[in-house]
C-alpha cells in the first residue's frame, strides 16, 4: 500500500531551525513535493525533490533520500508567520500525489 | 507565476440547491486539474481528477452523479455540486497542472461551503 509517515505536530521557537522528517511507501516513485498549509486555506507550493540530496530555496530546504524512502524539510529562522502544516507528498508512478495530514508547525515568541 | 483562482470562496444555501465552483489558471495551460475536499483536521481527499476535453476520472467511493465536473478548457475546470446536502458541507480545493509532467499542482484558494 502507499503511507506516508509524519509527525502530527511540533513546536519551534521564533529564530530557531527545525526539521520536519517524512517517510514514505508508494507505488512507483516520481519525485516528492513539500507543501505549507495555512489553517482555513489552501496548500502552496515550496518544494520538489525528484534526486537525491539538499535543494535550497531561502530559508527553506528539503532533502530526499529515495533508497531510504525518506525526506525532511528544513526551515531556518523561524518567523510566526510559518506557522502553518507542511505536508509531505510523494508522486506514485501514475504522477499522483498522494497526501497525508502532515505536520503542525506551532512557533512560540 | 502559475497562479489558480477558484471562486467562489464561500457558500451558504439550503439543503438540495445545486453549487457551481469554478476553477481558472489565470497565468498558464492546466493540462490537468484536481478537485479535492478536506474536513477539518484532516488530509487532502483527491475526488476528480480531469484533463481538458475528456471526462473525469473519479476516486473511488466519489459519486460522479453527484460531484459534477466539466473541463472544457485549458484554463477552466468546474465543479458542480447537485442537490448539496448538509453532509456535503466541506472546504473543496481545485489544482491544476501544466504540461510538466511531474510537476507541481498549483492549488485555488478554495471554497467553503456550507448546506443549511
Known amino acids: 500500500g502507499q503511507n506516508i509517515d509524519q509527525p502530527t505536530e511540533m513546536t519551534a521557537t521564533e529564530g530557531a531551525i527545525v526539521q520536519i522528517n517524512c517517510t514514505y511507501q508508494t507505488s512507483g516513485f516520481n519525485g516528492l513535493f513539500w507543501y505549507q498549509q495555512h489553517a482555513g486555506e489552501a496548500p502552496t507550493f515550496l518544494s520538489y525533490n525528484v534526486l537525491d540530496g539538499l535543494e535550497e530555496k531561502g530559508r527553506f530546504s528539503s532533502f530526499l533520500s529515495r533508497s531510504k524512502g525518506y525526506s525532511y524539510l528544513l526551515l531556518k529562522e523561524l518567523q510566526m508567520k510559518d506557522s502553518a502544516s507542511y505536508l509531505c507528498a510523494p508522486m506514485d508512478s501514475n504522477y499522483q500525489l498522494i497526501w497525508g495530514a502532515g505536520t503542525k508547525l506551532i512557533i512560540k515568541p | 507565476g502559475a497562479v489558480v483562482s477558484q471562486h467562489p470562496s464561500w457558500v451558504i444555501c439550503k439543503s438540495g440547491t445545486s453549487v457551481k465552483i469554478e476553477c481558472r489558471s489565470l497565468d498558464f495551460q492546466a493540462t490537468t486539474m484536481f478537485w479535492y475536499r478536506q474536513f477539518p483536521k484532516q488530509s487532502l481527499m483527491l475526488m476528480a481528477t480531469?484533463?481538458?476535453?475528456?471526462?473525469?476520472?473519479?476516486e473511488q467511493g466519489v459519486e460522479k452523479d453527484k460531484f459534477l465536473i466539466n473541463h472544457a478548457s485549458l484554463t477552466l475546470s468546474t465543479l458542480t455540486v447537485t442537490s448539496a446536502h448538509p453532509e456535503d458541507s466541506s472546504f473543496y480545493i481545485c489544482?491544476?497542472?501544466?504540461?510538466?509532467?511531474?510537476?507541481?499542482?498549483?492549488f485555488g484558494d478554495g471554497t467553503r461551503l456550507s448546506i443549511l
Open positions: 480531469s484533463n481538458e476535453g475528456s471526462k473525469a476520472t473519479y
Open positions: 489544482s491544476a497542472r501544466g504540461g510538466d509532467i511531474p510537476g507541481p499542482q498549483h
